[in-house]
């Protein structure tokens, strides 16, 4: 290829034309812009553009060897492997070529509609750019159009999820206005019940509760210590008397002419002892009141009620003061049934007025957990993201399908995705999870055999109406699905305009 090339300069130079000039920097394969980054240095010198520090001579850009290794001296030939051709593709789009595909024979439309890249002779390539450009013209006319039809349908999507939107606003707020009435009847049945148990807490302490039991055994107790207490006195009293009657006896029976000093001083504390006046308590006047009968007949009471007037004290005292005491006494009865010191009563029932509060309560808490239920599922969807302009709530529930092989693939926005053989079934390829940017993901379908769970890729761009364009399944049960759908259409004019401004 090389010497091929050489031989051509060699004919034009020889036919006195300049194939490299310094001055007028006209070099192939360069657009106008970069025209300016291939003027040669006041020695005739030029610099790799990506390589400063290789200097070569002017005259060797384009001379089919490759000397920049970012193959910045050959843009025009295919000297260089990683070099680039520009072709002009005047009245179309530019182009930039591989430059392998220079001078390779074969015209390369797709980029070069101006058949610049075949400029050695070896194959005519004719300028179709006025054609093509023809063709894309109308290409680009009816994507406009398209883009436009897109942008209007999507308009009214928006329009449709924003009154969706309202309607679930609205509803929301019904409920929340419900869900407050609901509450108020919770409040007061929970009321409603405290004040009926607090009636019903009227009647306390039965014969056979533990606390009575209790204060019974410590009362025999009490009994059975004060009757040993006074057979010790006894006791004691008896050993007293006869001590008493030995000392009389040494008194009255003792020679005082004996100068015994032991039996002197004892004679003479006995008689400070007689003649000491200080008394007992007469404790003979308890013994009368230990009487166990009349115990027996106290426990015999069925039950210990507190006198009404005091009980109804409460009714003369806010009722939410009511609600504290009562509250108070609940936790201190909770306690002592805690510590076994009392019975717990709701074993032996509850009276109806407690039992039709607690059946109320009851009732009231289902109607406020059913409107809660109902609440959180709008709020919930309320917050779920479907897009930009929450676009993609207007599609909810719409499917789009396409036939595909022995199959019908569907798509449910928010739903569901299934595969439905022609020849009948359905089979789930999983339960609409997340949006992630123009991404649709369904997972958890019906289980493949021996293999995952089946989950299904949407991916979208803009379209004038949504539809399904390919379906394919790159990995056993993982389907892959392209759709179009006006919901990601742009307004076609910023488009042009941010095309514009890039320009
Ligand atoms: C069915 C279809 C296929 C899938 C196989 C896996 O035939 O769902 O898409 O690959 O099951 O066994």
Redesign the pocket.
């Known amino acids: 290829m090389g010497h091929r090339i050489s031989v051509i300069v060699l004919l034009l130079a020889i036919t006195g034309q300049t194939v490299l000039s310094a001055k007028s920097a006209h070099i192939r394969g360069i657009s106008k812009a970069d025209e300016a980054l291939y003027v040669p240095g006041p020695n005739g010198e030029w610099a790799c553009l990506n390589h400063p520090e290789i200097i070569i001579p002017f005259s060797r850009v384009n001379d089919d060897y490759c000397d920049c290794p970012d193959g910045s001296d050959e843009p025009g030939t295919s000297a260089c492997e990683n070099g680039k051709f520009y072709c002009h593709n005047r009245g179309h789009i530019p182009g930039v070529l591989s430059s392998a595909r220079v001078n390779d024979g074969v015209c390369d439309y797709d980029v070069c509609c101006d058949g610049s890249d075949e400029w050695a002779g070896l194959v005519k390539c004719e300028n179709k750019c006025r054609e093509l450009a023809l063709e894309y013209g109308k290409r680009e006319a009816e994507r406009r159009k398209s883009q436009m039809a897109g942008w209007a349908a999507r308009a009214k999507l928006v329009t449709k999820a924003l009154s969706l939107r309202s309607a679930l606003e609205k509803e929301l707020k019904q409920w929340e206005i419900q869900l407050t009435s609901t509450q108020a009847r919770v409040t007061r049945a929970e009321e409603a019940l405290k004040l009926a148990e607090l009636q019903s807490s009227t009647r306390v302490g039965t014969k056979g509760s533990p606390v009575m039991g209790r204060v019974r055994a410590r009362i025999e107790e009490y009994q059975q210590a004060t009757e040993a207490l006074i057979d010790h006195i006894r006791y004691l009293e008896s050993k007293v008397t006869i001590v008493e009657e030995i000392m009389q006896k040494l008194r009255e029976d003792y020679n005082p002419n004996y100068n015994d000093e032991g039996v002197k001083s004892a004679i003479k504390a006995f008689e400070e002892f007689q003649g000491n006046s200080l008394t007992g308590v007469d404790y003979t006047q308890f013994l009368s009141k230990i009487n166990t009968e009349e115990d027996e007949e106290l426990f015999q009471e069925e039950e210990i009620t507190f006198d009404p007037d005091v009980v109804e004290y409460s009714s003369y005292i806010p009722l939410q003061w009511r609600l504290w005491i009562h509250e108070q006494q609940t936790a201190l009865r909770q306690f002592l049934i805690e510590h076994g010191l009392l019975a717990d009563r709701k074993a032996s029932g509850e009276t109806a007025n407690v039992a039709s509060a607690r059946k109320e309560l009851d009732a009231a808490n289902r109607q406020h957990h059913d409107l809660e239920k109902k609440r959180d599922k709008v709020a919930d969807d309320l917050q779920k993201d479907f897009g930009t302009d929450d676009v993609f709530r207007a599609l909810s529930g719409e499917c789009v399908s396409m036939e595909s092989g022995d ?1 019908v693939y569907e798509i449910c926005f928010n739903g569901k995705a299934a ?1 439905k ?1 022609k020849n009948g079934g359905i ?1 789930n ?1 999983g339960t609409f999870d997340r949006m992630e940017g123009n991404t649709l993901y369904f997972i958890r379908g ?1 289980k ?4 995952p769970q ?1 989950s299904a890729t949407v991916s979208m761009e803009c379209g004038e109406k949504n539809q399904l364009v390919s379906v394919s ?1 790159p990995a ?2 993982e ?1 892959l699905l392209k759709l179009i759908t006006p919901a990601l259409c742009s307004n076609p004019e910023t488009e042009t305009k941010k095309a514009k401004n890039e320009l």
């Not at 493949?448 to 293999?451: A, D, Q, R």
């Open positions: 199959y595969q053989p089979t390829l019906a493949c055999w021996s293999g089946r399944e056993m049960c389907y």
